[in-house]
């Protein structure tokens, strides 16, 4: 990997920077973040401007530019990629590490008295806004707004937006169609006393009206906003997407419909200004809803006594408890999932040993078996698919400079997930294809207790995820060891693979309460360094537990497991497994057997049932 | 307990709230919180205003009395007791129920346009200020600091501020004396680049000059306040307490010293006007550290630009790891509170039977015992002594008219501690003095694998003990049940029962990671309305812990009983327990019977000593 060449796109940034073309006044910095205008996890090649800029395109870091200097912040599973993909103008702010400065601080420190610091008001959201402008205003500074994005400016061979085809999903998909879901947000409005609601986050739009989008890999989402009033829907949407029948009879653009259903379709750039007009004739204490996460563009437009600011927006939580149409779409899913996964592991058993069989070639063997299958649109992130040292690399996707070949002397790992149209999965299996060692064993059996732990677990409605996170590490505790990272995210329904507002994780403590009908995910890992990596994941579903009492009339809540991927049993130490826990893994292969093997057979695939039934032999605890 | 008549008082507060004499411009309400200057949890009687102007006497509260009306806001614990304590001037105002407003919001409600709301600035926190006068600005009021509080104006037979006699602890005690204390904290400081430290909370001050008082009720602290310069040490200290010759040698005030260490002795009330002047003679960039819990009135007094605010001050973190003098101190401290309740329930088990003993004779019987043990001072909170119904009242404190006599028919639970020169205590023992019934036995065992799965836990340096609260809840959890309290307190060492910066509690997720050295308390129950209650409390020590493996290097921490009280084995389901958790019982009681039975035999206890011995027979699991 050589670093990109950086000389001529800074000095033209920097040119920029002090054209009044631009901005009002020179700035003496500027601020690359790497997000979208909607807070996207995965975002779409036009919006790269921190890879552009800089060359590092991992997926998380901002870059400061200031008339001297290049800078750029990321994390520890970075560090490597963006020394490599930087040249000599880039300074790499190693975050976490105890002697890096802050964004605030290293600006305070290097930017002449009384500096202008500029950023695109559309990409920074609202609470990191507040925090950067305050730190520079004590210090003399002022952040300001700059409304054309000065990266935009320099990129000559910018890509376009994408604006791909839309997909409408029918009731049997949705189980509510979008006019209700419209009439049900509008109660929570009137609960609330908003008068207004702006959806800025893609999934959000994209679940409210019941459509998918192909504009960001992996993401089944399209470019949009949405504000809704009591009264009106709007929708801004670039290009000539509504000029399609089906979608424009799915919104019921050309029906004769009640006034407060009638969607207006607004192009995607006027939301500013149009939110400002809505703004510009509230009353004294009409409120506008949006999420603190949104943009500070947005946030700015809507005058501070009219802010209605909540960490999620009701539209989030609602789509985060699934309904029995999307939570039986995510039972299909998980099936043919699952039968993509027996298929491959089949293969993989017998191919292995040939010694043919890459991390890579396993990536696109499990995808062209999943895209067998009914409905499948496409992979729902990048597949990590690696083997022995690659495996201790949480984040790892294998490029060609670091392919291994599978073997039958290293752990595999698979974490990997598709998009059907009736719903989204993410399974990691951990293997082996020779004799594991007691060590290896012994770890991943840790591992499973942990994954056991938290998808048996019963706890009180109104519990939040993150109380429940302890109990996947508990057994790995107990010997010293840990991961470092969190044990699940939540699961969108043929929408994003990771989603708020619940998850099951020590490091956030703003997680909405878990409730029935949810849908997360339960992913202990163990892995050691340069050696070998382990992740048992499930996708579960958040369901009532039967309990022998019932404190406070509260109710109590469990998981199923809606991924039904054996689990390989010749990677488990038996001894250390209690008696309970061995019941739990014979049941979960039980049912993988029935469900998946019934699958397999209907759909003819008898080398991989006969693999399922291998694979889900019952284990016995010795006495 | 017929209610206080306030309409006199509330008569005089409203007059002296227009009046010039007091307040610069009328106000037309005025905030009366519960606490003290130095945000103590137990406030000494000349601090208890609001009970004075209400009548309700509860550890929690806060009245605001505007022109018109008088309200109350507290928590579901003193629901019925405010009711009862306040005449119909009040209006009750139930916190954690639905409808109930703010006091912000209520304050917004009722008062007329553009008022000015007045508060003690010194009994306020400025986090709760800064909170409240926010509101209250976009409403278009003002919340005003009142120097004198208005409630002292009105109340005649106001009580004097205590000023008792200081005790002095010497390096027996205290391990490390205070010099080198002060010396520690400097470092500390220089680390931080603050050049002072203000110290409001009685507890740090005590513990940082060695010395104890008995100004509060169980707090074994006294008012003061101490400023720390990187030259100087200010010590506020009212009265003549000064002038005791040892107090005098303990603090080297007639010694010749480096001129960093010489205390200077400067009245208490004086505080506000001292730090004014030093944040006078403040250059640009120098810092004044504070606890963000502080008082508006002391957090005011230095200009925005030189606050250093930090959640715990280094005190309090510092306070927290106990030392080896303060470990074995309260080692010591807790032989001896074991052999007092050894005594004592070994003349319940006599007594209960004749029908003569009640929860109060009781209590008073456990601090006889106590008070027979060297060194013992006071106890460290309000005995907690309750049978059959009133053991689920969790904050219960027997009084005449709620007093119960001890039977063969119910549980009783003992939740008591006392303040030895060596250390505090703090310990909840459940029993039964007939035959449990089959339910209780499953709820206490519930309880019990709880409590043990705290204790035995092994966990990552660096855990902060919030992640360890749902160990103690997953056993009640599985079968439905739950109890609506945290886990766990820090405990302070001849000091607080309860002290921060750590704890075991779901609800706060600022505490300090725990470290080897800290103590706190494990302490899970299970409470059932109107029928009985269940609490197994011991103060535990961190501990290091050997483990067979050391992810990252980072080491392990367990937890070591101090309490070694025996738990009633009578009361437990064994079949309910693991050959673990059997063992753990075991293990403990043989460790009781071993350290606390070598105490008793010394003290020629030798009655208490049989019953120990029984109470101690290993439990054996059938198979």
């Not at 009106?232 to 407060?260: K, N, V, Y």
């Not at 201790?392 to 149209?421: C, F, M, W």
């Not at 996708?539 to 998981?559: C, D, E, H, M, Q």
Request: aromatic letters at 10%.
């Amino acid at each position: 990997m050589s670093p990109k060449i950086t000389t001529e796109l800074l000095r033209q940034l920097r040119q920029v920077m002090k054209s009044s073309r631009y901005v009002a006044e020179p700035i003496q910095a500027y601020i690359v973040p790497s997000g979208d205008a909607h807070q996207s996890e995965y975002i779409a090649p036009c919006d790269c401007r921190r890879a552009f800029i800089s060359g590092f395109d991992g997926s998380a870091g901002t870059a400061i530019i200031t008339e001297q200097k290049a800078a750029m912040w990321t994390d520890g599973r970075y560090f490597l990629q963006a020394a490599q993909q930087m040249d000599s103008n880039w300074t790499l702010m190693k975050m976490g590490l105890k002697d890096t400065p802050t964004q605030e601080d290293w600006l305070v420190s290097v930017l002449p008295e009384g500096s202008k610091v500029g950023v695109d008001p559309f990409i920074i959201p609202a609470d990191q806004w507040k925090r950067m402008s305050k730190a520079l205003k004590s210090a003399g500074h002022v952040l300001v707004p700059v409304k054309e994005n000065l990266i935009d400016a320099i990129w000559m061979d910018r890509p376009q937006r994408p604006c791909k085809p839309l997909m409408t999903l029918d009731l049997s998909y949705t189980g509510i169609g979008w006019k209700e879901k419209i009439a049900a947000l509008r109660a929570k409005m009137v609960e609330r006393k908003v008068l207004w609601l702006v959806l800025t986050a893609l999934d959000e739009v994209s679940w409210l009206f019941n459509l998918r989008g192909s504009d960001v890999e992996y993401n089944p989402v399209f470019f949009a906003y949405a504000v809704i009033g009591t009264n009106t829907i709007r929708l801004f949407i670039s290009g000539d997407r509504m000029a399609d029948p089906s979608t424009r009879e799915h919104l019921l653009l050309d029906s004769s419909l009640e006034a407060e259903f009638k969607i207006q379709v607004v192009p995607y750039e006027s939301v500013l200004t149009e939110l400002q007009a809505i703004c510009v004739g509230l009353s004294p204490k009409e409120k506008v809803w949006l999420s603190d996460k949104a943009s500070y563009a947005l946030t700015e437009a809507i005058p501070k006594a009219h802010r209605y600011l909540t960490p999620y927006t009701p539209i989030c939580i609602a789509k985060a408890v699934k309904n029995a149409a999307e939570t039986e779409g995510m039972r299909r899913a998980h099936i043919k999932d699952a039968v993509a996964l027996c298929e491959l592991f089949n293969w993989l058993e017998k191919e292995v040993p040939k010694g043919s069989v890459t991390e890579i070639s396993a990536a696109d063997k499990a995808e062209e078996f999943r895209s067998q299958q009914n409905g499948f649109v496409d992979l729902s992130f990048a597949t990590i698919s690696s083997t022995g040292p690659n495996g201790a690399i949480i984040h790892y996707k294998p490029v060609p400079e670091t392919n291994r070949a599978l073997s039958g002397n290293e752990i595999y790992l698979l974490d990997s997930g598709a998009q059907y149209k009736d719903g989204t999965t993410d399974v990691t299996r951990t293997m082996h294809f020779g004799t594991p060692s007691v060590y290896e064993k012994e770890c991943f059996t840790y591992v499973l207790k942990g994954h056991i732990a938290v998808s048996a677990a019963i706890f009180p409605n109104g519990t939040k995820g993150h109380l429940l996170d302890s109990f996947a590490r508990s057994a790995l505790w107990d010997c010293g060891l840990d991961y470092l990272h969190g044990t699940g995210h939540g699961v969108g329904c043929f929408l994003n693979v990771h989603e708020g507002p619940c998850g099951i994780s020590y490091k956030t403590f703003a997680d909405e309460p878990l409730e029935a009908g949810m849908i997360v995910s339960d992913e202990p890992g163990y892995y050691e360094d340069e050696s070998f990596g382990i992740r048992i994941e499930n996708v579960v579903l958040v369901i009532p537990a039967k309990t022998k009492y019932n404190f406070s009339n509260r109710g109590s809540l469990t998981f199923e497991p809606l991924t039904l991927v054996p689990i390989q049993t010749k990677m488990i130490s038996i001894p250390l497994l209690t008696q309970k826990e061995c019941d739990w893994v014979n049941d979960y292969h039980r049912k993988c057997r029935e469900v998946i093997g019934a699958e397999l057979k209907s759909q003819g695939r008898h080398e991989a049932l006969q693999w399922l039934i291998r694979e889900t032999e019952p284990i016995t605890k010795m006495h």
